[in-house]
């Protein structure tokens, strides 16, 4: 039995071959090995987002935090960066006193990272209950101040001539910059 | 001259089978090539997403970790505003306390408050108003209690009462509080 193939039949089948080939070639050396790595790219960015917006999510908590934070002490941040102004203090705390009069400030050393200044006052007081309200307004006051020990208070005539140590609680200077910045 | 009714078939390389051939394998092997090219193209996206994915994690942790000191350096001043508040209402209630301690009989000229101690003067009409009235209760609060009476020229007696309290004493007093 002969088969008759023309030579065109021949050219033919051997060029689908060759074809064939590449697209074999084509498909498994290179089509499939990216298809793969398509994959696991696709994996890793799939589990980078997940852990971005973890990373958002706490990101907000904490904005939420801070801003939570800040609005419920603002009084007291604004305290810690406000300067302390003797001649503005006996203007806003005269009216608990017959006379009241700041002398020297100096600084202490620092109390947690806080500057500290020590003032001394004396000041002249009707009786204990203005002291009383005095101090209860000092811890509404624009600074953030303690009095402290020793405190005096001495008989004169219808009068109660009281001194007192004050101490004043600043914002360190790096961190001053940096609240009133960020506020 | 013509030997044949038919025209001649006009002969080419590129037969109906061959021209099917090329059709069916450009095709295959564009949607090969457009497959190849789409991969590349993703894995291209997926790089930069993945860069600017960690750019970002990169801003967020910086930010986040500005976020954190602020928190701590807050609460740092909260913590110090809220013990300075409650050292001026400390002492507003001690200051109370002194002067409700004195009775009316004895009238007191001078109170001195110091970190560990008591300084009062003041007249009083005799030495027991002052012992029962005065020194009794001052005693209860501080350690040490010293009083000295000079008289003065109409029968009563102007007094300097000195307490203190002992640091050591104190605490161990709290201590005993505590495992109580």
Do not use: C
Not at chain 1, 19 to 42: D, H, Q, S, V
Not at chain 2, 136 to 149: G, K
């Amino acid at each position: 039995m002969k088969i008759n193939i023309s030579r065109q039949s021949i050219y033919l089948i051997s060029l689908s071959f060759v074809l064939l080939i590449f697209i074999l070639l084509f498909a498994f050396l290179l089509l499939i090995p990216e298809g793969k790595t398509y994959r696991e790219n696709r994996l890793v960015v799939k589990k980078e987002s997940a852990e971005l917006r973890k990373y958002q999510q706490y990101n907000d908590e904490t904005q939420e935090r801070l801003k939570e934070l800040q609005h419920e002490n603002r009084h007291i941040i604004t305290a810690f960066d406000t300067d302390f102004n003797p001649s503005r203090f006996e203007k806003q705390y005269a009216k608990y006193f017959s006379d009241l009069k700041l002398k020297q400030e100096t600084r202490l050393d620092d109390e947690k990272s806080f500057i500290v200044y020590e003032v001394n006052t004396s000041s002249k007081i009707n009786s204990p209950q203005s002291f009383y309200d005095f101090l209860d307004a000092l811890n509404k006051s624009d600074w953030i101040i303690s009095v402290n020990f020793p405190i005096n208070f001495v008989r004169e005539n219808m009068l109660i001539k009281s001194s007192f140590k004050m101490k004043v609680y600043a914002d360190p200077m790096e961190s001053n910059t940096t609240s009133s910045e960020e506020l | 001259m013509k030997y044949s009714y038919t025209n001649r078939r006009r002969k080419s390389p590129i037969t109906h089978e061959l021209q099917l051939l090329f059709m069916f394998f450009s095709i295959t092997v564009f949607m090969l090539l457009a497959t190849y090219a789409f991969l590349l193209f993703k894995d291209y996206k997926f790089a930069q997403n993945l860069v600017a994915m960690q750019q970002e994690r990169y801003d967020l942790n910086i930010s986040l970790k500005s976020m954190d000191e602020e928190i701590i350096f807050i609460q740092k001043q909260a913590q110090l505003s809220e013990g300075v508040y409650t050292r001026n209402t400390v002492l507003k209630d001690s200051i109370a306390n002194m002067f409700d301690l004195v009775p009316s009989e004895i009238t007191l000229s001078e109170a001195s408050l110091l970190e560990n101690g008591l300084v009062l003067k003041g007249i009083t009409p005799n030495k027991d108003v002052y012992n029962f009235m005065l020194q009794a209760p001052l005693r209860s609060i501080f350690h040490r209690t010293y009083s000295s009476f000079y008289p003065i020229g109409n029968g009563w007696l102007r007094f300097v009462s000195t307490n203190y309290i002992d640091k050591e004493a104190q605490e161990e007093e709290e201590v005993d509080e505590d495992e109580d």
